[in-house]
């Protein structure tokens, strides 16, 4: 594949990724809501068959709390492949290296350092209700997003130096 394929490919997939988490933050609202103010039978099956029907029942306010995690992180998550197609729709591949590439890149590491720190707050939280006797599952992925943070700094950083090169060449010229 060339690289203007991969780059095609990688678009789509950022779309349909931001798309369907959007859908999925969009879902959970509203089941959310549904929930809490008509139906808290819906706590059974939230989204994908997340059931914190146990945890409603014992305490509405760890269930709120629970709730506004998920959506929170999901929320973060669509944010992030926003700022990827964001990135899609600025960058000149002749030029790539400009300040608002950088900034955007830059902004990319500091959402996903906050989506990881929150999945790890979450995680942590969800362990500690769980040792007071509640059961479910859910799977937050806090190391995987606090690795990718770390990464995408470093590329981040790499980005700014490209820039200060680039801006120190055009005025060599």
């Not at 997340?50 to 014992?58: M, R």
Request: hydrophobic share 50%; net charge positive.
């Amino acid at each position: 594949m060339g690289t203007k394929q991969i780059i095609t490919l990688m678009k789509v997939v950022s779309w349909i990724l931001f798309i369907g988490l959007c859908i999925k933050l969009g879902a959970l609202l509203i089941s959310g809501g549904i929930s809490l103010l008509t139906n808290p039978k819906a706590t059974e099956n939230l989204y994908l068959d997340i059931d914190l029907s146990n945890l409603y029942e014992s305490s509405v306010k760890y269930y709120v709390f629970v709730l506004s995690l998920i959506i929170s992180v999901t929320a973060l998550k669509a944010y992030l492949f926003y700022l990827v197609i964001k990135i899609f729709s600025i960058i000149d591949f002749d030029k790539p290296f400009t300040k608002a590439v950088a900034r955007l890149i830059s902004s990319i590491s500091y959402v996903s350092l906050w989506t990881g720190l929150l999945a790890y707050i979450a995680n942590h939280y969800c362990k500690w209700l769980q040792k007071k006797g509640f059961i479910f599952e859910l799977d937050w992925g806090s190391s995987e997003f606090l690795f990718m943070a770390g990464i995408i700094f470093i590329i981040a950083f790499i980005f700014k130096r490209g820039v200060e090169i680039q801006s120190e060449n055009q005025l060599t010229v």
